[in-house]
Structure formats: C-alpha cells, structure tokens
C-alpha cells in the first residue's frame, strides 16, 4: 500500500459540501484524510490508517486526528442531512425510487467500551456475542443507491437495573445519604427510560425525519417484517406512500 500524501481529488470534491460543519480546517482536513483511509487502507482502524498518512509539514500527531474525528463536536446530524440533500438529485427523474429500512447486528469482539455494544444472543450466528443494534435506510432505483441514515440503538439494559431497584428496596431511610442516594438512583433509571428507544421506536423517528425534509417525495417504504408496526404504517400512508 502506497502513502497517502493528500486526500484524493474525487474526496476531496465529496467532502467539499460539508466544509462548513466544521469550525477549523485542521480538523476538516483530519476528517477527510480518515474519510479516505476508510477507503483505501487495508487496515481500517485509526492507528492503521494514520500510519498511511504523510504530510507536506510537521506531521500532527495520531491523538490530535483521533480528538478531530471523534471529539471535536461537529454536528453529524447536520452532515447526514446535507448528504441527504446532496444526493437527493440524482433520484429526481429516475425512475421508480424505493426507501430501504433494515436493521443488523454489527460484531465488536475486541470493543467492548465502543458506543452501543452489549454482549447478547445473536440468533443468526447461534452464539452470545459483543455487538451493536444498527437501523440503516438506503434509497436505490434501478441504477444507484445511497445511504441516507444509520443509528445505533442505545442498549440501556432497564431490566437490570429494574431488578437491582427491586433488591435494595426498604419501607423507610432512617439515614439521609442513604435516601439521597435510592432517590438518585431511582431517578437515573426513571431518565434512562425515557431515553430508551426500542428498534422499531428508531425506524418510525428515521422515517419522520426523511418525510420532513421532503428529499425524496417520490419514494416508497421497503421494510422487514421486525420493524412493522402500525405507527410505522400510518406515518408511510399519512404522506400518501406505501
């Protein structure tokens, strides 16, 4: 694999319409060079990637990409919609458009502190894994497609901490920090679950927020059976689609 010494033109010319995100252009640039080892380095993670990279100045260091990529407090929302716009165009004119919903179990052996991980059953594979819940939407026509979305699902685990609420439970505090401390436990697990968003929960706020921005007006629904619901179907029939 040859050095990477600048972010590639055809990049460069895709990660121009979110300049504006971002508040410094090192940390574009840090995010543009990490966008391009995605592409083309065989080892995808951070370390692999900065190994690549040479620079026509002193080189920064591995910390200060990490902390442009996954710190710096860009707004990834904002960018998902900009792509969403970006793309949207292509679509217009060509021919039947169909929005894709779907969900999958991304493995993380070696990441047990990554966002979103837990250790559950994977009913595919046959076997208790580290892995993430992942909700993804892709329009395609016969020509393309493009993603448009993807969310970790958050995987609060309340039925724990429901059971350790249950266990320590007394009829009366005769100590103070004893009561602070049920009382701030009792409010995290109230916070938590109004935090949770169950899988399918996820799919009806994804598909809201496409049909709010009105990028794909043409577009119909494809989705599996484990995200059917009836709020869902409503939502997809109140916007005239199927």
């Known amino acids: 694999m040859l050095p990477i010494t600048r972010v590639p033109e055809m990049i460069a010319q895709g990660m121009a319409k979110f300049r504006s995100l971002f508040c410094r252009d090192e940390g574009f640039e840090h995010v543009s ?17 900065y190994d690549l990279q040479v620079w026509d100045r002193q080189a920064p260091s591995r910390r200060a990409m ?5 710190e710096a407090g860009w707004d990834d929302t904002a960018l998902m ?14 021919g039947r458009t169909v929005i894709a919903l779907d969900w999958t179990l991304v493995h993380h052996e ?3 502190q990554i966002y979103g991980v837990e250790r559950v059953y994977d009913y595919v594979a046959h076997r208790t ?3 993430q819940t992942v909700i993804t939407a892709v329009v395609t026509n016969r020509h393309m497609f493009d993603g448009l979305d993807v969310v970790v699902q958050n995987p609060l685990d309340l039925r724990t901490e429901e ?11 005769e ?6 401390q049920r009382l701030l436990e009792l409010l995290h697990h109230h916070l938590h679950r109004r935090l949770y968003r169950k899988r399918t929960e996820l799919v009806v706020d994804l598909v809201r927020q496409l049909e709010a921005e009105g990028q794909f007006p043409q577009a119909n629904y494809a989705f599996d059976n ?17």
């Open 33 to 49: 060079r990490y966008v391009t080892g995605l592409i083309l380095s065989p080892n995808k993670t951070l370390q692999g990637m």
């Open 66 to 70: 990490h902390a442009g990529v996954f």
């Open 81 to 94: 919609q900009r792509h969403r716009a970006a793309v949207a165009g292509a679509y217009r004119g060509g």
């Open 110 to 112: 070696r990441g047990p």
């Open 129 to 131: 894994s580290l892995l």
């Open 163 to 173: 059971a350790y609420l249950q266990e320590p439970a007394k009829g009366s505090y």
């Open 175 to 180: 100590q103070m920090d004893a009561g602070r």
């Open 226 to 242: 484990s995200v059917l619901t009836v709020e869902l179907s409503r939502l997809i029939e109140g916007h005239g689609k199927h």
